[in-house]
Protein backbone atom coordinates (compact mmCIF):
# COMPACT_ATOMS: atom_id res chain seq x y z
CA UNK A 1 0.00 0.00 0.00
CA UNK A 2 1.00 3.68 -0.25
CA UNK A 3 1.82 5.84 2.58
CA UNK A 4 2.80 8.98 3.80
CA UNK A 5 5.88 8.07 6.47
CA UNK A 6 7.11 10.47 8.66
CA UNK A 7 10.94 8.96 8.77
CA UNK A 8 12.41 11.63 11.49
CA UNK A 9 11.45 15.09 12.27
CA UNK A 10 11.14 17.44 9.78
CA UNK A 11 11.39 14.48 6.84
CA UNK A 12 8.23 12.84 5.22
CA UNK A 13 7.95 10.54 2.80
CA UNK A 14 5.38 8.63 0.08
CA UNK A 15 6.07 4.86 0.61
CA UNK A 16 5.24 1.82 -0.66
CA UNK A 17 5.03 -0.73 2.49
CA UNK A 18 3.56 -3.95 3.27
CA UNK A 19 -0.46 -4.02 3.84
CA UNK A 20 -1.07 -3.87 7.46
CA UNK A 21 -2.60 -7.51 8.95
CA UNK A 22 -5.15 -7.38 11.92
CA UNK A 23 -4.46 -8.55 15.12
CA UNK A 24 -6.32 -10.52 17.08
CA UNK A 25 -8.89 -7.56 18.57
CA UNK A 26 -8.44 -5.81 15.55
CA UNK A 27 -9.65 -4.61 12.35
CA UNK A 28 -8.18 -3.44 8.98
CA UNK A 29 -9.81 -0.46 7.67
CA UNK A 30 -9.66 0.77 4.02
CA UNK A 31 -9.33 4.82 4.93
CA UNK A 32 -11.32 7.02 2.55
CA UNK A 33 -10.64 10.51 4.48
CA UNK A 34 -8.43 11.29 7.26
CA UNK A 35 -7.96 15.33 8.21
CA UNK A 36 -4.75 16.91 8.72
CA UNK A 37 -4.38 18.53 11.69
CA UNK A 38 -1.83 20.35 14.15
CA UNK A 39 -0.69 17.53 16.12
CA UNK A 40 0.57 15.91 13.15
CA UNK A 41 2.06 19.27 12.59
CA UNK A 42 4.17 18.37 16.23
CA UNK A 43 4.64 15.09 14.73
CA UNK A 44 6.55 16.39 11.68
CA UNK A 45 8.67 18.95 14.03
CA UNK A 46 9.93 16.28 16.54
CA UNK A 47 7.98 18.29 19.40
CA UNK A 48 6.04 15.02 21.04
CA UNK A 49 7.81 12.80 23.17
CA UNK A 50 5.73 10.02 22.56
CA UNK A 51 6.24 9.59 18.81
CA UNK A 52 7.89 6.66 17.82
CA UNK A 53 9.89 7.67 14.00
CA UNK A 54 9.30 6.01 12.03
CA UNK A 55 5.26 6.61 11.85
CA UNK A 56 2.86 7.07 9.58
CA UNK A 57 0.58 9.74 10.87
CA UNK A 58 -2.87 10.87 10.79
CA UNK A 59 -6.06 10.26 13.56
CA UNK A 60 -8.54 11.46 12.03
CA UNK A 61 -9.95 9.02 10.10
CA UNK A 62 -12.50 7.42 8.55
CA UNK A 63 -13.26 4.32 6.30
CA UNK A 64 -14.65 0.73 5.56
CA UNK A 65 -13.93 -1.95 7.64
CA UNK A 66 -12.06 -4.80 5.08
CA UNK A 67 -11.12 -7.05 7.58
CA UNK A 68 -11.13 -8.47 10.89
CA UNK A 69 -9.29 -10.15 13.65
CA UNK A 70 -10.16 -13.63 15.11
CA UNK A 71 -11.72 -12.62 18.15
CA UNK A 72 -13.93 -9.63 16.76
CA UNK A 73 -17.57 -9.92 16.64
CA UNK A 74 -18.05 -6.20 15.58
CA UNK A 75 -17.68 -3.82 13.55
CA UNK A 76 -18.40 -6.34 10.42
CA UNK A 77 -16.62 -6.31 6.91
CA UNK A 78 -18.24 -3.94 4.95
CA UNK A 79 -19.28 -1.19 7.57
CA UNK A 80 -18.12 2.10 7.22
CA UNK A 81 -16.36 3.44 10.50
CA UNK A 82 -15.15 6.64 12.39
CA UNK A 83 -12.11 5.66 14.62
CA UNK A 84 -11.59 6.73 18.14
CA UNK A 85 -7.25 6.57 17.77
CA UNK A 86 -6.98 6.69 21.27
CA UNK A 87 -6.69 3.91 23.80
CA UNK A 88 -6.61 3.78 27.17
CA UNK A 89 -5.00 0.93 29.10
CA UNK A 90 -7.83 0.38 31.48
CA UNK A 91 -5.65 -0.24 34.06
CA UNK A 92 -3.71 2.52 35.62
CA UNK A 93 -4.56 5.02 38.08
CA UNK A 94 -6.32 7.47 36.19
CA UNK A 95 -8.25 4.65 33.60
CA UNK A 96 -9.70 3.06 36.94
CA UNK A 97 -10.92 7.02 38.05
CA UNK A 98 -13.07 7.02 34.87
CA UNK A 99 -10.59 9.52 33.31
CA UNK A 100 -8.98 7.59 30.63
CA UNK A 101 -7.79 10.21 28.32
CA UNK A 102 -5.10 11.06 31.02
CA UNK A 103 -4.07 7.85 31.20
CA UNK A 104 -0.25 7.06 31.91
CA UNK A 105 0.23 4.17 29.50
CA UNK A 106 -1.75 6.69 26.47
CA UNK A 107 -1.38 4.71 23.09
CA UNK A 108 -3.17 6.62 19.67
CA UNK A 109 -3.83 5.43 16.13
CA UNK A 110 -1.65 8.17 14.36
CA UNK A 111 0.65 9.11 17.24
CA UNK A 112 1.95 6.08 19.06
CA UNK A 113 1.06 3.74 16.15
CA UNK A 114 0.71 3.91 12.57
CA UNK A 115 -2.32 5.95 11.28
CA UNK A 116 -4.62 7.15 8.36
CA UNK A 117 -2.13 8.79 6.24
CA UNK A 118 -2.14 5.63 3.93
CA UNK A 119 -4.41 3.38 2.06
CA UNK A 120 -5.19 0.69 4.97
CA UNK A 121 -5.07 0.92 8.30
CA UNK A 122 -5.23 -1.65 11.26
CA UNK A 123 -6.83 -0.34 14.50
CA UNK A 124 -8.17 -1.75 17.56
CA UNK A 125 -11.99 -2.91 16.54
CA UNK A 126 -13.41 -1.59 20.05
CA UNK A 127 -12.52 2.28 18.76
CA UNK A 128 -14.94 1.75 16.12
CA UNK A 129 -17.88 3.30 15.73
CA UNK A 130 -20.17 2.56 12.81
CA UNK A 131 -21.79 5.83 11.16
CA UNK A 132 -25.03 6.37 9.89
CA UNK A 133 -26.15 6.08 6.69
CA UNK A 134 -26.46 9.47 4.65
CA UNK A 135 -23.59 10.69 6.44
CA UNK A 136 -21.39 12.77 4.30
CA UNK A 137 -18.03 11.49 3.93
CA UNK A 138 -16.42 15.27 5.19
CA UNK A 139 -19.08 14.98 8.65
CA UNK A 140 -17.21 10.99 8.63
CA UNK A 141 -14.21 12.76 8.46
CA UNK A 142 -14.88 15.47 11.08
CA UNK A 143 -15.99 12.95 13.96
CA UNK A 144 -13.05 12.78 15.43
CA UNK A 145 -12.05 16.06 15.88
CA UNK A 146 -15.95 17.31 17.02
CA UNK A 147 -15.20 14.23 19.93
CA UNK A 148 -12.31 16.82 21.01
CA UNK A 149 -14.70 19.55 21.36
CA UNK A 150 -17.74 18.07 22.92
CA UNK A 151 -15.25 17.09 25.25
CA UNK A 152 -14.13 20.75 25.79
CA UNK A 153 -17.42 21.54 26.17
CA UNK A 154 -18.55 19.19 28.77
CA UNK A 155 -15.72 20.69 30.74
CA UNK A 156 -17.03 24.16 30.77
CA UNK A 157 -19.88 25.54 33.29
CA UNK A 158 -22.40 26.10 30.39
CA UNK A 159 -24.31 28.34 32.39
CA UNK A 160 -27.13 29.72 30.07
CA UNK A 161 -26.84 33.46 29.03
CA UNK A 162 -23.14 34.00 29.19
CA UNK A 163 -20.82 35.48 26.73
CA UNK A 164 -18.10 33.41 25.12
CA UNK A 165 -14.85 34.36 23.05
CA UNK A 166 -12.61 32.11 20.59
CA UNK A 167 -9.46 32.58 20.00
CA UNK A 168 -8.84 30.75 16.70
CA UNK A 169 -11.21 30.38 13.36
CA UNK A 170 -9.81 27.35 12.34
CA UNK A 171 -11.45 24.17 13.00
CA UNK A 172 -11.45 23.23 16.45
CA UNK A 173 -12.22 27.13 17.26
CA UNK A 174 -15.53 27.34 14.82
CA UNK A 175 -16.68 23.57 16.34
CA UNK A 176 -16.18 24.90 19.83
CA UNK A 177 -18.09 28.15 18.60
CA UNK A 178 -20.90 25.76 16.88
CA UNK A 179 -21.44 23.90 19.92
CA UNK A 180 -21.38 26.73 22.24
CA UNK A 181 -23.40 28.57 19.84
CA UNK A 182 -26.22 25.71 20.36
CA UNK A 183 -25.60 25.18 24.19
CA UNK A 184 -27.22 28.35 25.71
CA UNK A 185 -24.83 31.00 25.18
CA UNK A 186 -26.14 35.05 25.12
CA UNK A 187 -23.41 35.23 22.55
CA UNK A 188 -20.27 34.17 20.73
CA UNK A 189 -17.37 36.19 19.53
CA UNK A 190 -14.33 34.76 17.46
CA UNK A 191 -11.02 36.17 17.12
CA UNK A 192 -8.94 35.25 14.45
CA UNK A 193 -5.80 37.63 12.88
CA UNK A 194 -6.31 36.21 9.81
CA UNK A 195 -9.42 37.55 8.67
CA UNK A 196 -10.48 35.42 5.48
CA UNK A 197 -11.71 32.66 8.24
CA UNK A 198 -14.06 35.21 10.00
CA UNK A 199 -16.75 34.98 7.17
CA UNK A 200 -17.02 31.45 7.84
CA UNK A 201 -17.20 31.51 11.34
CA UNK A 202 -20.00 33.85 11.01
CA UNK A 203 -21.48 31.36 9.03
CA UNK A 204 -20.81 28.96 11.24
CA UNK A 205 -22.83 30.77 13.85
CA UNK A 206 -20.36 33.52 15.45
CA UNK A 207 -22.38 36.89 16.80
CA UNK A 208 -19.37 38.77 16.36
CA UNK A 209 -15.34 38.41 14.87
CA UNK A 210 -12.66 40.48 14.99
CA UNK A 211 -8.55 40.42 14.08
CA UNK A 212 -8.04 40.99 17.66
CA UNK A 213 -9.99 40.75 21.32
CA UNK A 214 -9.80 44.88 21.33
CA UNK A 215 -12.17 45.08 18.38
CA UNK A 216 -15.17 43.63 20.47
CA UNK A 217 -15.50 46.34 22.76
CA UNK A 218 -16.61 44.50 25.79
CA UNK A 219 -15.00 46.11 28.69
CA UNK A 220 -15.61 43.94 31.20
CA UNK A 221 -14.81 40.72 29.21
CA UNK A 222 -15.92 37.40 28.58
CA UNK A 223 -17.49 35.03 31.13
CA UNK A 224 -15.87 31.85 29.06
CA UNK A 225 -12.79 32.26 26.81
CA UNK A 226 -11.67 29.62 24.88
CA UNK A 227 -8.26 29.52 23.43
CA UNK A 228 -7.98 27.02 20.51
CA UNK A 229 -4.70 28.08 18.82
CA UNK A 230 -2.47 27.01 21.11
CA UNK A 231 -0.66 30.09 20.43
CA UNK A 232 1.13 31.87 23.92
CA UNK A 233 0.33 35.30 22.76
CA UNK A 234 -3.57 34.22 22.11
CA UNK A 235 -3.68 32.36 25.71
CA UNK A 236 -1.81 35.76 26.98
CA UNK A 237 -3.99 37.96 25.65
CA UNK A 238 -7.39 35.71 26.32
CA UNK A 239 -6.37 35.73 30.15
CA UNK A 240 -7.15 38.97 30.28
CA UNK A 241 -10.23 39.03 28.52
CA UNK A 242 -11.73 36.72 31.44
CA UNK A 243 -14.50 38.42 33.17
CA UNK A 244 -14.73 38.21 36.89
CA UNK A 245 -15.76 35.15 38.10
CA UNK A 246 -15.44 33.45 34.68
CA UNK A 247 -13.84 30.60 32.94
CA UNK A 248 -10.43 30.38 30.59
CA UNK A 249 -10.45 26.86 28.79
CA UNK A 250 -7.38 25.90 27.25
CA UNK A 251 -7.85 23.91 23.93
CA UNK A 252 -5.87 24.21 21.75
CA UNK A 253 -2.85 22.31 21.45
CA UNK A 254 0.87 24.05 22.52
CA UNK A 255 4.16 23.07 21.99
CA UNK A 256 5.34 21.18 24.88
CA UNK A 257 8.30 23.57 24.95
CA UNK A 258 6.72 26.96 25.59
CA UNK A 259 5.41 29.01 28.63
CA UNK A 260 2.76 31.59 28.98
CA UNK A 261 3.06 34.24 31.31
CA UNK A 262 -0.02 35.55 33.63
CA UNK A 263 -0.72 37.47 36.81
CA UNK A 264 -1.46 34.97 39.68
CA UNK A 265 -3.01 37.91 41.27
CA UNK A 266 -5.27 38.68 38.52
CA UNK A 267 -6.64 34.57 38.65
CA UNK A 268 -6.83 35.37 42.45
CA UNK A 269 -8.22 38.52 42.49
CA UNK A 270 -10.98 37.71 39.72
CA UNK A 271 -11.92 34.42 40.53
CA UNK A 272 -11.21 33.10 37.62
CA UNK A 273 -11.20 29.49 36.80
CA UNK A 274 -8.47 27.98 34.23
CA UNK A 275 -8.85 24.55 33.16
CA UNK A 276 -7.94 22.42 30.01
CA UNK A 277 -9.25 20.07 27.38
CA UNK A 278 -7.49 17.20 26.84
CA UNK A 279 -8.31 14.93 23.38
CA UNK A 280 -11.29 12.36 23.48
CA UNK A 281 -12.76 11.05 26.46
CA UNK A 282 -16.52 9.47 26.38
CA UNK A 283 -17.50 12.49 23.82
CA UNK A 284 -16.65 10.09 20.51
CA UNK A 285 -20.57 8.37 20.08
CA UNK A 286 -22.16 12.05 20.94
CA UNK A 287 -20.34 13.63 18.13
CA UNK A 288 -21.46 11.04 15.66
CA UNK A 289 -25.08 11.83 17.02
CA UNK A 290 -24.64 15.71 16.60
CA UNK A 291 -23.54 15.34 13.13
CA UNK A 292 -26.47 12.99 12.38
CA UNK A 293 -28.97 14.92 13.87
CA UNK A 294 -27.79 17.89 11.50
CA UNK A 295 -25.19 20.07 12.88
CA UNK A 296 -23.85 20.91 9.70
CA UNK A 297 -20.06 21.24 9.49
CA UNK A 298 -19.44 20.41 5.98
CA UNK A 299 -18.61 23.36 4.87
CA UNK A 300 -15.34 23.66 7.14
CA UNK A 301 -13.98 20.78 5.06
CA UNK A 302 -12.06 23.36 2.39
CA UNK A 303 -9.32 21.18 0.36
CA UNK A 304 -9.17 16.87 -0.19
CA UNK A 305 -6.48 15.87 -1.74
CA UNK A 306 -4.38 12.54 -2.45
CA UNK A 307 -1.20 10.98 -0.43
CA UNK A 308 0.65 12.55 -3.37
CA UNK A 309 -0.37 16.18 -2.55
CA UNK A 310 0.84 15.59 1.30
CA UNK A 311 3.67 18.13 1.19
CA UNK A 312 0.60 20.54 -0.84
CA UNK A 313 -1.37 19.81 2.29
CA UNK A 314 1.16 20.78 4.50
CA UNK A 315 1.87 24.16 2.71
CA UNK A 316 -1.89 24.65 2.12
CA UNK A 317 -2.03 24.47 6.46
CA UNK A 318 1.10 26.29 7.49
CA UNK A 319 -0.66 29.18 4.94
CA UNK A 320 -3.74 29.07 6.88
CA UNK A 321 -5.37 29.54 3.43
CA UNK A 322 -8.30 27.15 3.85
CA UNK A 323 -9.96 25.14 6.79
CA UNK A 324 -9.80 21.34 7.33
CA UNK A 325 -7.91 19.73 4.91
CA UNK A 326 -8.34 16.04 4.30
CA UNK A 327 -6.22 13.41 2.80
CA UNK A 328 -7.90 10.96 0.45
CA UNK A 329 -5.58 7.70 0.26
CA UNK A 330 -7.72 6.12 -1.82
CA UNK A 331 -6.52 6.24 -5.96
CA UNK A 332 -10.08 5.56 -6.93
CA UNK A 333 -11.73 8.04 -4.96
CA UNK A 334 -14.44 10.62 -6.95
CA UNK A 335 -13.40 13.45 -4.91
CA UNK A 336 -9.78 12.77 -5.21
CA UNK A 337 -10.05 12.71 -9.13
CA UNK A 338 -12.09 16.38 -8.79
CA UNK A 339 -9.26 17.23 -6.82
CA UNK A 340 -6.61 16.03 -9.51
CA UNK A 341 -8.69 17.41 -12.33
CA UNK A 342 -9.28 21.22 -10.38
CA UNK A 343 -5.46 21.13 -10.22
CA UNK A 344 -4.55 20.25 -14.05
CA UNK A 345 -7.37 22.94 -15.15
CA UNK A 346 -5.89 25.47 -13.09
CA UNK A 347 -2.30 24.62 -14.52
CA UNK A 348 -3.70 24.78 -17.39
CA UNK A 349 -4.68 28.44 -17.36
CA UNK A 350 -2.51 29.21 -15.69
CA UNK A 351 0.35 27.60 -18.84
CA UNK A 352 -2.39 29.50 -21.22
Not at 102 to 113: K, P, Q
Not at 127 to 138: I, T, Y
Amino acid sequence: MRAVVVTQPGSAELAVIPDPSPGPSEVVVRVSSCGLCGTDMHILGGELPSVPYPLIPGHELTGVVVEVGKDVHFPAVGQRVAVDPNTPCGACHYCRIGRGNLCEHYTAVGVTRNGGFAEYVAVPAARCHVLPDGLSEAAAGLVEPLSCAVHGLSRLPRRPGEHYLVYGAGTMGLMMAALVANNGAASVSVVDPNTRRLDLARRMGADATAASADELGREHGFEVVIDATGVIAAIEDGLGRVRKGGTFLQFGVADPARRASFSPYMVYNREIDIIGSMAVHNGFQPAVEILAGGLDLDPLVSDVLPLEDFDEALRLFRAGTGQKIHLAPQADDPRTTAARQAAAATNADAAS
